[in-house]
């Protein structure tokens, strides 16, 4: 096939390139040249997809079988519209990337792709939705919501959407595994937020990416979740970063009531842990029966621990400096117990 990667430098994006060359496709990127190196092997187009201008040029580079967007997370709707607009005569599919955050009982709720979506207009700016009180529903989700509605728009039936929850694995940005990898090394007594059987379902960035690609080629259209079908217990996962790193750590597993009377953030100080009932209740199987295949967790934590461990590099983000509570409070807490 002939891919636009939307994106393709970083993450996700990468993995999608990297995937794609490596089954022989012909790959092109377009990304304004500041997240990352273009990936050997493609070609690369730098503009701004915010820039008419910019993806009219792009359009004289194509046509390609699909666009793959990776890079609408922190655009309004009303780019995204321009981007499949302007490159609509030019791709016979879009695959976007968007999130479980559109659906409107995320995270209370357990999900399928029947669940309805959150409201938003396929033109709306980037002022258009809320943050709920309790942090949900999100004004990011509206804005995914209202991206998804755009590409539909231009593209109907030939439209797919990619739901992911939280992406893990090699290149990961945001920190999350990473923080819970450099926590299981320092060891000692760990701070781990109960039930200890609590099942999670992260996803590996490669196996995202294949299915991406996989979707690329097809013809079915529509919303898919994209979450681990098997999950791990957190006790599991944990497990997992001590026995990649040598941590000799000890969890110690403490009630959600003790560690928010201390005041510790849920998702961020934390990194995957939610109480909220939904948050990993989001059913996968129409993915998995369209050919999303998953590789065990372990595998993901082991080979980002290799990747970290051989000094990687994350694209420089400011939600990394969010995850991960201070050593001097986890002590804290620790004591007080």
Same mark, same amino acid.
Not at 206 to 229: C, E, I, K
Not at 241 to 270: I, N, R, S, Y
Not at 285 to 307: K, M, N, Y
């Given at each position: ?30 990304? @304004? ?12 187009? /730098? ?11 792009? =359009? ?5 079988? =699909? ?36 659906? +409107? ?37 509206? +804005?995914?919501?209202?991206? *998804? ?32 990898? *450099? @926590? ?18 992260? %996803? ?10 996989? +979707? ?11 979450? /681990? ?13 001590? /026995? ?29 842990? @939610? ?5 990993? =209740? %989001? ?15 372990? *595998? ?20 990394? =400096? ?16």
């Amino acid at each position: 096939m002939r891919i636009l990667v939307i994106g393709g430098t970083w993450f996700l994006g990468k993995a999608i390139v990297q995937s794609a060359l490596s089954q022989g496709h012909e790959v092109t990127t377009f990304n @304004r040249g500041r997240s990352g190196a273009d990936v050997p092997g493609t070609e690369a187009v /730098h503009g701004d997809r915010t820039v008419r201008e910019d993806l009219l040029k792009l =359009a004289q580079r194509g046509p390609w079988d =699909a666009v793959i967007d990776t890079s609408s997370s922190e655009l309004p709707p009303r780019d995204v519209l321009l981007s499949a607009t302007s490159l609509a005569r030019q791709a016979r599919r879009w695959v976007h990337i968007s999130t479980v955050s559109v659906y +409107q009982g995320w995270p209370h709720e357990a999900l399928t792709e029947g669940s309805p979506l959150l409201k938003c207009p396929a033109d709306a700016d980037e002022s258009f939705g809320y943050t709920g009180a309790d942090g949900s529903p999100t004004k990011y989700g509206f +804005q995914k919501a209202g991206g *998804e509605r755009a590409v539909v728009q231009v593209f109907g039936d030939a439209a797919v959407f990619l739901r992911p929850g939280v992406i893990l694995g090699p290149g990961e940005y945001i920190g999350r595994l990473p923080w819970w990898l *450099e @926590r299981a090394k320092r060891g000692g007594s760990i701070l781990a937020p109960a039930p200890a059987e609590q099942r999670i379902q992260p %996803v590996d960035v490669r196996d995202v990416a294949d299915f991406a690609l996989r +979707q690329a080629a097809g013809s079915v259209s529509g919303g898919f979740n994209v979450t /681990h079908p098997d999950g791990i217990a957190f006790s599991d996962f944990l497990h997992q970063c001590l /026995h990649a790193t040598g941590g000799d750590g000890t969890p110690v597993w403490v009630e959600p009531t003790v560690l928010a009377k201390h005041g510790v953030k849920q998702w961020t100080e934390m990194p995957l842990w @939610r109480t909220h009932a939904g948050v990993w =209740a %989001v059913d996968s199987q129409r993915a998995v029966e369209a050919g999303l295949r998953c590789r065990p967790i372990a *595998e993901s934590v082991r080979d980002t621990w290799q990747w970290w461990a051989a000094d990687g590099r994350p694209v420089d983000h400011p939600r990394w =400096a969010e995850h991960g509570i201070a050593p001097e409070k986890e002590a804290r807490i620790l004591a007080a117990l």
